[in-house]
Nanobody
């Protein structure tokens, strides 16, 4: 079992930055990790994913160049650095873990989920 707890969300003005964290517990060895987000009335969408080693990452086109995913396996923590935030980035952000070799970009490929953290970007 893997437990995930997100933190770092909040209210920020457009153009600002936030860093989300996701603390993991349990057996996380060799798990790929990802970030998803869900805005009111919309489906959960992929944001970014990272391999166990951190050597491979992938991003949604909408955040490429603005967001950076990283992980510290010694601390069992996943991060999402979000820069140049836009109002359309407003959503609940979730971290997730997957036993996968190829980085998954769809929710159904992930095995464990956190409870989410709210990010609100004002214009």
């Amino acid at each position: 079992q893997v437990q995930l707890v997100e933190s770092g969300g909040g209210l920020v003005q457009a153009g600002g930055s936030l860093r989300l964290s996701c603390a993991a517990s349990g057996r996380t060895f060799m798990y790929a990790m990802g970030w998803f987000r869900q805005a009111p009335g919309k489906e959960r969408e992929f944001v970014a994913a990272i391999s166990w080693s951190g050597g491979s990452t992938t991003y949604a086109d909408s955040v490429k160049g603005r967001f950076t995913i990283s992980r510290d396996n010694a601390k069992k923590t996943l991060y999402l650095q979000m820069n140049s935030l836009k109002p359309e980035d407003t959503a609940v952000y979730y971290c997730a873990a997957a036993q996968a070799v190829v980085l998954p970009t769809t929710p159904r490929r992930y095995d464990y989920w956190g409870q989410g953290t709210q990010v609100t970007v004002s214009s």
